[in-house]
């Protein structure tokens, strides 16, 4: 991952592949719900297990529930205004560690090349050094 700090205009600029990660999501949650409310409706009239139907309900609402997510918890901004910026917070998932930057319009940054310790020691100083607080 590449962070750069913009002096001139306050900003940072990180280039990553997240855009495109969360476009695919998109993407693959509408061709979900597509396909379910296809097949749910198909199978709704006919003497098939009534089950089936609320599988393919469920896998609707799931694809609906992550095209929210994705539109209002998360963002793939590459160029953030320092002024934007509320915290960089660290998490575990599944037992490893990520970081990830939080905005003060509720939505959150994450930051997915960081593989190595060494670029997280790296990013940790570099918002430290801006005067960015490390939850």
């Not at 509720?106 to 050094?129: C, I, N, Y």
Request: glycine share 6%; net charge positive.
């Amino acid at each position: 991952m590449n962070i750069k700090y913009n002096e001139s205009d306050n900003t940072i600029e990180i280039k990553d592949r997240l855009k495109s990660v969360y476009w695919y999501q998109r993407i693959s949650a509408i061709f979900i719900i597509i396909a379910a409310m296809s097949l749910s409706s198909s199978v709704w009239g006919k003497d098939l297990a009534l089950w089936t139907v609320f599988i393919w309900g469920f896998c609707v609402l799931g694809g609906i529930a992550v095209m929210l997510y994705l539109s209002f918890k998360k963002t793939s901004a590459e160029r953030l205004k320092l002024s934007e910026i509320s915290a960089l917070c660290e998490d575990q998932f599944f037992g490893r560690r990520r970081l990830r930057i939080k905005l003060h319009n509720g939505k959150s940054r994450d930051l997915v090349d960081l593989s190595k310790e060494s670029d997280m020691k790296f990013t940790k100083a570099f918002f430290k050094e801006r005067g960015i607080p490390i939850i």
